[in-house]
C-alpha cells in the first residue's frame, strides 16, 4: 500500500513538471510575440542610423565647403585690401598729368608756365594730403618741437640762433602716423642751440 504521503509527493512532483511545461510554453508565446517587435525596431534602428550617417556626411561636406568659401573669401580681402586707397589716389596721378600738360603753354613766357606748373602742383598735394587724411594717415608735426626718437631720426645737428637746443630745427623728410601706429619716422635736423652755447 503506497503512503498517503508517498502520494501527495508525487502529486506535487507532476504538478512541479506540468508548471514548469506551463512556463517553459508562456516563454515560447513572449519569444514568438517579442522576436517580431525586436525585428521591427531592429530594422527602424537601422534606417535611423542610415539617415543620422547621411545627415553627418552632409553636415561635414557643408563645413568642409563654408572653411573653403572662407578660405577663399579672406585671401581675395587680402590680395584686393589696397583697392580702394589706390581708387583714391588715381585722381591724384590724373592731377599731375594736367598740371605737366599745364606746365608747358605754347606761346606763354617762361615765367607764366612755371607759374601753372606750381599751381598744378600745389592742388595735387592738397588732394592727395586730402586722401591720405581720409584713411587715417596723419603727418607728424616736427619743425619746433623737442626731438623725439619714437617718432624722429636725427640726420644732423646744427647751430641756430633761433631754435632752442634738442629741438627740431628743419625736416628733410616728414613722418607719418597711421591710425595709431607710426608709420614712417620723420628725418629731422636738430639744433644744437645757439653757437656760443
Known amino acids: 500500500m503506497v503512503s498517503k504521503d508517498t502520494k501527495t509527493q508525487g502529486q506535487q512532483d507532476e504538478a512541479k513538471s506540468a508548471g514548469q511545461e506551463e512556463i517553459l510554453d508562456a516563454e515560447e508565446v513572449v519569444n514568438k510575440v517579442a522576436a517580431p517587435d525586436l525585428e521591427q525596431e531592429l530594422a527602424q534602428a537601422r534606417v535611423e542610423l542610415a539617415e543620422l550617417r547621411d545627415l553627418l556626411l552632409r553636415t561635414v561636406a557643408e563645413q568642409e565647403n563654408f572653411k573653403k568659401r572662407i578660405e577663399r573669401e579672406r585671401s581675395n580681402a587680402l590680395k584686393y585690401a589696397g583697392e580702394p586707397i589706390f581708387k583714391d589716389i588715381l585722381p591724384v596721378v590724373d592731377n599731375l598729368e594736367r598740371a605737366l ?12 608756365n612755371l607759374k601753372g606748373l606750381h ?11 586730402a586722401t591720405l587724411e581720409k584713411f587715417e594717415v596723419i603727418p607728424v608735426k616736427s619743425v619746433g618741437t623737442p626731438f623725439d626718437p619714437t617718432c624722429q631720426e636725427a ?20 613722418g607719418y602716423t597711421y591710425k595709431d601706429r607710426l608709420l614712417r619716422a ?3 635736423i636738430v639744433s644744437s642751440g645757439k653757437g656760443g652755447e
Open 101 to 112: 600738360n599745364l606746365g608747358v603753354i605754347e606761346g606763354a613766357d617762361a615765367a607764366a
Open 119 to 129: 599751381e598744378g602742383v600745389e592742388l595735387t598735394l592738397k588732394s592727395l594730403v
Open 186 to 188: 620723420a628725418k629731422v
Open 155 to 174: 640726420l644732423t645737428m646744427e647751430v641756430s640762433q633761433t631754435v632752442p637746443a634738442s629741438h627740431v630745427s628743419s625736416e628733410f623728410e616728414r
